[in-house]
């Protein structure tokens, strides 16, 4: 079982590279009860693509989402927040 709820979506923009980069990562548990980060990346409107990472104790899949989340503020990433699902047609 999760203790916490982890989502978080960032988005790079830099108009004169034409970049516009999204990426999104939630810590959500499994039927059987283990953790799986799934992480979502792309160009923002785009469908983009899909990682799903399951680990046995949810203390890893935090320690690889803190680590991803490093990696991806050092490179420009910024917080943004998550769309709603409903409005996207």
Not at 8 to 18: P, W
Not at 35 to 60: D, K, P, S
Not at 69 to 77: I, T, V
């Amino acid at each position: 079982m999760i203790a916490q709820p982890y989502q978080l979506y960032i988005e790079r923009t830099d108009a004169t590279k034409n970049m516009a980069r999204y990426y999104a990562m939630s810590i959500e548990p499994t039927l059987f009860g283990e953790a799986c980060l799934i992480r979502r990346w792309g160009r923002i409107g785009a469908g983009g693509q899909r990682l799903v990472h399951h680990f046995a104790r949810e203390e890893e899949a935090v320690r690889l989402f803190l680590e991803l989340l490093r990696k991806k503020r050092s490179r420009g990433y910024m917080p943004k927040p998550i769309p709603d699902r409903r409005s996207v047609a």
